[in-house]
């Protein structure tokens, strides 16, 4: 067993959802709710919105933003792909074995665009619905999948490397993909496992020093080993909740999802926003090593 052995106890209380300490996978029934508030007729999903979610793990919003609220965020996001091109700060990664510009983080720090889309008011209300408090930005980023070279995103759970090597204790955050451009079945869309968010797939392999500086253009450390995800799939399928740009996929921090290369000449970038409720603030990393950086994990609140 690793270092993650020694953080039992520690300030955040017992590990729950251990991976990376075994030496072999497991699988571990998940111990939080999905949604953390009742539904009402005052709520802001239908009751059959929320049902699918807490089933599910995910849910598709088409046409969320309209025009003008589209057109700025595109025109953004492009403004900063081209800076990015030739930019070599550390928020910016880029594809494995290439130079191509794959994300940009802390997107909600360094644009005033997307610190505004970060506190929409219609997106907050259904966030902090889903996570029953109130939320901060635990990650933003924009991910960059161009025609021809966009890179594979590989099986996994985010909440198993939140959780490693950021240390959120529990399963209260949500990732918000909103589609900058049309996602179609055949350009490296969004794929979800239906219901594997209520299982916890512990990981092997000791984490290594620094491992953000690798993992970010391919993970290869918290990826579910193929026996794992072949039962979650029997189990579950495979749902590719693709839509016209301006659509939103709001999806739990632990279900399964991945997303193919894109060799089609039609690009793909969504913005991403993580939201942690503020009664699962981050701690010490489980894995017992530095936290990553505050670009990746954030540990200091906006004003």
Known sequence: MSRNIAMIGREQGA???PSRVYAEARILERKDPVVYSPWTAESPLSKAQSEFYDRNGYLFLDNFFDFDELSRYQTEARKLQREAASSEGDEIIREPGGKEVRSVFAVHRSHPEFQELSRHPRLLAIVEYLLGSETYIHQSRINYKPGFSGKEFYWHSDFETWHVEDGM?????????????????????????????????????????????????????????????????????????????????LFDCNIMHGSNSNITPMPRSNIFMVYNSIENR??????????????????????
């Not at 490296?188 to 690798?214: A, R, W, Y």
Request: aromatic share 8%.
């Open 15 to 17: 590990d729950v959802y």
């Open 169 to 249: 204790p529990r399963m209260r955050a949500l990732s918000c993909s909103i589609a900058l451009e049309d996602n179609y079945a055949f350009n490296g869309p969004l794929m979800l496992v239906p219901g594997s968010h209520k299982e916890f797939v512990s990981c092997i392999g000791q984490t290594p020093e620094n491992h953000f500086k690798d993992s970010l253009r391919k993970q290869e450390y918290g990826v579910p080993d193929p026996d794992s995800l072949t039962r979650l799939v029997e189990k579950g399928g495979i749902d590719m909740p693709a839509g016209k740009a301006g659509s939103v996929v």
């Open 282 to 303: 981050v701690g010490s990393p489980y894995s017992g090593q530095e936290p990553r950086p505050e670009y990746i994990a954030t540990r200091k609140q906006l004003p």
